[in-house]
């Protein structure tokens, strides 16, 4: 089985930095994804590691520590449009390593 | 515009019956996938299929039927077997399940109990 943990909120203002962190429990791995959903909204895919280390992409950072079961979301200068749900998922080997399984995402509000 | 087209947008169902949720995509994806969403939570994987003509349940397949008969169309039955559908539906796609880590989703269906 597997499971994932990440915080349920975190609140910061804009133009400010923001963590939202993830841990897994799988019983096997190929990597960690990020989405982003804006309520109502469909997920966008945001970032993929499959490697230990950081991944930049614009505004946001994504991080990879295979060892510690540990990764994070890094969102920079933040903007009022980057409230949103924030999900970590991973490809592990449950359905086969065919599917994706998310956690229960981090509803992010940036205040101005 | 190549995507992920849901209908409907809302749907309701009456005691006993069963509904069938719409998929189709024209990115011309191998792999195709329905997650359930409840409030507050993370997405629920239901059903996903490969390549056409074969599909596999996720995690919480009871109650769910699907079909994947066409690449392009992907469409989920939710039978009076489910006791509690009210939820949210996504369904996504990807190029192939190699490449799962990066899914497409539509814009969803709400689906209420009357």
């Known amino acids: 089985g597997q499971s994932l943990e990440q915080p349920s909120e975190v609140t910061a203002v804009e133009g400010a930095i923001v963590q939202i962190n993830c841990t897994y429990q799988t019983s096997g791995f190929y990597g960690l994804s990020w989405y982003q959903q804006h309520d109502g909204g469909a997920p966008t895919f945001l970032s993929y590691?499959?490697?230990?280390g950081l991944e930049e992409t614009g505004r946001f950072s994504s991080f990879l520590s295979r060892s510690d079961s540990y990764g994070y979301l890094l969102l920079q200068e933040l903007q009022m449009k980057d409230s949103a749900s924030y999900f970590c998922a991973v490809r592990d080997t449950s359905n086969s390593g065919y599917a994706l399984n998310f956690g229960k995402g981090t509803s992010l509000l940036v205040t101005p | 515009d190549g995507g992920i087209t849901q209908s409907p947008k809302y749907l309701f169902r009456k005691e006993g019956q069963n509904v069938t949720l719409s998929c189709e995509q024209n990115?011309?994806?191998?792999?195709m996938y329905w997650y359930r969403q409840d409030p507050g939570q993370g997405l629920r994987l239901i059903y996903y299929s490969q390549i056409v003509n074969d599909f596999q349940k996720g995690d919480i397949a009871e109650g769910y039927s699907v079909s994947r008969e066409k690449k392009e169309s992907f469409p989920l039955t939710v039978t009076s077997a489910q006791k509690n559908p009210t939820a949210f539906y996504l369904c996504?796609?990807?190029?192939?399940?190699?490449?799962?880590?990066?899914?497409?989703f539509g814009s969803g269906t709400q689906l209420s109990v009357l």
């Open positions: 996504a796609s990807s190029a192939n399940s190699a490449t799962n880590e990066k899914l497409f």
């Open positions: 990115l011309n994806h191998d792999a």
């Open positions: 590691n499959a490697l230990d």
